[in-house]
């Protein structure tokens, strides 16, 4: 694989990455819930982020971002 095919799959899964947090964000700031599914526990989302690569969630209780994948299963309510 030479450089420019890995850096257009970073580039790719970050874009992935970015729109997931938009999508995320955007719901939550509307007033609507938004719920993560982690490890058999269950956080209400207040906010997510992309941090030095990385899917963060941060939990409506919690103190703390948590790390997320971006195939980690959210349910957006109304």
């Not at 580039?11 to 992935?16: A, G, L, N, P, R």
């Not at 941060?58 to 957006?76: C, V």
């Amino acid at each position: 694989m030479t450089y420019q095919e890995m850096h257009n799959h970073e580039s790719s899964v970050e874009q992935k990455i970015r729109r997931k947090v938009r999508e995320i964000n955007d719901h939550v700031y509307a007033g609507k819930p938004c719920y993560w599914d982690r490890a058999e526990k269950r956080y209400r989302v207040f906010r997510a982020r992309l941090s030095k690569g990385k899917f963060q969630i941060m939990p409506l209780a919690g103190q703390k971002w948590l790390e997320a994948s971006i195939d980690d299963q959210f349910e957006f309510y109304r």
